[in-house]
């Protein structure tokens, strides 16, 4: 299994050097970006079934004892969120090709294709890590990867939205880093399997406000409220695909590290308070900005904020039924929200704009371009029904993911009982409802200026086509799924 653990962090970085000599053979890059993602995500299933059958499995590079070497842990929790990732990211990629994102560099020299395969190392390295340390290190190659994407020939505007998210970034690597120097003075480790040990050793009142450092630094990057501020500027400005992959992993990554550091190293008893309050307020927040908004990929991080508080729902019961609704809603969202933002990409390439109010004014009873916007084709019936199967389910409808990962979070909520419950219970049915709202007013604006669909079916409405069944088999095999998520759950409670 040992290369099992590892291929998903090395390859893409060995992939990325020799992508990077590749640079003036773009045919070339794309083959190998491919093919290596294709093999990431196999080798990731591979380990899921593995760690299934076999329990969970650690690697240490170089033979190095734990506390100084390199080590990474493949359970439950982390082979399944690297297998949806590594599929997010490989149909993100073929949606980039069809787009022609990677070939727009106006120097001769492609950096999408090594700082892509980057940023696919340092969320699988995110996901496997086995200390506090490597996981610093995951985030610090996901930051430097997504700076490259994020201005890849970009004007102004994207160049300053882009120091805006990594200032942001670079302020919660340097906290984290603090409280990674501070939990090893208290312990003398950063290895997480001897933390779950020592931190239950320490002092209640050291291990209390080592919990809440290392729970600010993973909300900033999850963008919870009030620390959500970076996000709403930072992602609508980047090209389609670059969005829709920081969309879908990179938040989740934040809610994943949350969840992994307080269940393993400061397990409690009890609802968790201070969490249920931000769940609150990032859910009503979040889509409250959301319906203000006139651009669809502002609404839709706005929104994307907002149901990072039903992730955070779970975390605050602390228990293995609301873990459990956690891990199906952020499969769920990782697999939803790259829809939305691809379907969106399609919208604007084929109007020209993503301003609802330009969409809206047009006549839905004379079929054709949007008017005002020179150039635009309209919008094609099958990109509507694309948007509609991902954003009903975004609001919870049945029988779509959302409604299962809702339920799932829901029926936790009352078997805890307690006011905490409700209130993030009540919190989570307004928002549903505020996002179905939002949702049917993105689809009655895209859906307005149709024409007939030309052509063959272009690569990028292929993709986006792959991601959006890959939201249906979810609610198809729910089931298995939820059962899956289960056991992860209990997994993360065996202290």
Same mark, same amino acid.
């Given at each position: 299994?040992?290369?099992?653990?590892?291929?998903?962090?090395?390859?893409?970085?060995?992939?990325?050097?020799?992508?990077?000599?590749?640079?003036?053979?773009?045919?070339?890059?794309?083959?190998?970006?491919?093919?290596?993602?294709?093999?990431?995500?196999?080798?990731?299933?591979?380990?899921?079934?593995?760690?299934?059958?076999?329990?969970?499995?650690?690697?240490?590079?170089?033979?190095?004892?734990?506390?100084?070497?390199?080590?990474?842990? /493949?359970?439950?929790?982390?082979?399944?969120?690297?297998?949806?990732?590594?599929?997010?990211?490989?149909?993100?990629?073929?949606?980039?090709?069809?787009?022609?994102?990677?070939?727009?560099?106006?120097?001769?020299?492609?950096?999408?294709?090594?700082?892509?395969?980057?940023?696919?190392?340092?969320?699988?390295?995110?996901?496997?890590?086995?200390?506090?340390?490597?996981?610093?290190?995951?985030?610090?190659?996901?930051? /430097?990867?997504?700076?490259?994407?994020?201005?890849?020939?970009?004007?102004?505007?994207?160049?300053?939205?882009?120091?805006?998210?990594?200032?942001?970034?670079?302020?919660?690597?340097?906290?984290?880093?603090?409280?990674?120097?501070?939990?090893?003075?208290?312990?003398?480790?950063?290895?997480?399997?001897?933390?779950?040990?020592?931190?239950?050793?320490?002092?209640?009142?050291?291990?209390?406000?080592?919990?809440?450092?290392?729970?600010?630094?993973?909300?900033?990057?999850?963008?919870?409220?009030?620390?959500?501020?970076?996000?709403?500027?930072?992602?609508?400005?980047?090209?389609?695909?670059?969005?829709?992959?920081?969309?879908?992993?990179?938040?989740?990554?934040?809610?994943?590290?949350?969840?992994?550091?307080?269940?393993?190293?400061?397990?409690?008893?009890?609802?968790?308070?201070?969490?249920?309050?931000?769940?609150?307020?990032?859910?009503?927040?979040?889509?409250?900005?959301?319906?203000?908004?006139?651009?669809?990929?502002?609404?839709?991080?706005?929104?994307?904020?907002?149901?990072?508080?039903?992730?955070?729902?779970?975390?605050?019961?602390?228990?293995?039924?609301?873990?459990?609704?956690?891990?199906?809603?952020?499969?769920?969202?990782?697999?939803?929200?790259?829809?939305?933002?691809?379907?969106?990409?399609?919208?604007? &390439?084929?109007?020209?704009?993503?301003?609802?109010?330009?969409?809206?004014?047009?006549?839905?009873?004379?079929?054709?371009?949007?008017?005002?916007?020179?150039?635009?084709?309209?919008?094609?019936?099958?990109?509507?029904?694309?948007?509609?199967?991902?954003?009903?389910?975004?609001?919870?409808?049945?029988?779509?993911?959302?409604?299962?990962?809702?339920?799932?979070?829901?029926?936790?909520?009352?078997?805890?009982?307690?006011?905490?419950?409700?209130?993030?219970?009540?919190?989570?049915?307004?928002?549903?409802?505020?996002?179905?709202?939002?949702?049917?007013?993105?689809?009655?604006?895209?859906?307005?200026?149709?024409?007939?669909? &030309?052509?063959?079916?272009?690569?990028?409405?292929?993709?986006?086509?792959?991601?959006?069944?890959?939201?249906?088999?979810?609610?198809?095999?729910?089931?298995?799924?939820?059962?899956?998520?289960?056991? /992860?759950?209990?997994?993360?409670?065996?202290?």
């Amino acid at each position: 299994m040992t290369w099992l653990i590892a291929l998903p962090v090395m390859l893409p970085i060995l992939a990325a050097g020799v992508s990077l000599g590749l640079s003036r053979h773009g045919r070339a890059q794309r083959l190998l970006t491919v093919l290596v993602l294709t093999g990431v995500f196999v080798d990731a299933v591979l380990l899921l079934v593995a760690v299934d059958r076999d329990g969970r499995a650690e690697v240490a590079f170089g033979g190095w004892a734990p506390t100084l070497g390199i080590t990474l842990v /493949a359970d439950l929790l982390s082979a399944l969120f690297l297998s949806v990732s590594a599929l997010v990211a490989l149909a993100v990629l073929i949606f980039a090709i069809g787009q022609g994102t990677p070939d727009r560099a106006g120097t001769g020299i492609v950096p999408f294709h090594p700082a892509y395969l980057l940023l696919v190392a340092g969320i699988a390295l995110a996901f496997l890590s086995g200390d506090l340390f490597n996981l610093f290190v995951a985030f610090e190659v996901m930051l /430097a990867s997504s700076y490259v994407l994020i201005t890849l020939n970009a004007g102004a505007t994207r160049v300053r939205a882009g120091m805006t998210y990594t200032m942001t970034s670079l302020m919660s690597s340097l906290l984290f880093l603090t409280a990674i120097a501070l939990i090893y003075a208290a312990t003398g480790t950063v290895n997480l399997g001897e933390l779950a040990e020592r931190t239950a050793e320490l002092d209640a009142g050291v291990r209390s406000a080592l919990g809440a450092f290392l729970l600010v630094v993973f909300a900033i990057k999850a963008a919870v409220v009030p620390l959500h501020f970076w996000l709403p500027d930072g992602y609508p400005t980047a090209p389609a695909p670059i969005t829709a992959v920081f969309a879908a992993l990179l938040t989740k990554v934040g809610v994943y590290a949350m969840l992994r550091t307080q269940t393993q190293l400061f397990p409690r008893d009890d609802t968790w308070w201070l969490v249920a309050a931000a769940a609150v307020l990032t859910m009503l927040v979040g889509i409250l900005g959301a319906i203000a908004q006139d651009d669809i990929n502002r609404l839709l991080s706005f929104a994307l904020v907002s149901h990072i508080g039903f992730m955070l729902m779970g975390i605050a019961l602390f228990d293995a039924e609301g873990f459990t609704g956690t891990i199906l809603y952020i499969i769920h969202h990782i697999v939803v929200q790259a829809g939305l933002f691809l379907v969106t990409g399609l919208v604007v &390439a084929r109007t020209g704009t993503a301003a609802l109010h330009r969409l809206e004014s047009h006549d839905p009873r004379e079929p054709g371009p949007v008017p005002g916007v020179q150039g635009n084709e309209g919008t094609p019936p099958v990109v509507t029904a694309l948007f509609l199967l991902p954003a009903l389910s975004m609001a919870g409808i049945p029988p779509f993911s959302g409604f299962i990962a809702k339920f799932a979070l829901l029926r936790a909520a009352v078997a805890d009982g307690g006011a905490a419950a409700w209130l993030m219970s009540a919190a989570a049915l307004v928002t549903s409802l505020l996002t179905l709202y939002a949702m049917i007013r993105v689809w009655r604006a895209v859906s307005a200026p149709v024409i007939a669909p &030309a052509g063959r079916p272009s690569l990028t409405l292929v993709a986006t086509a792959g991601i959006v069944l890959v939201g249906l088999a979810i609610a198809a095999g729910a089931g298995p799924l939820a059962d899956l998520s289960e056991r /992860a759950a209990h997994d993360l409670l065996a202290r």
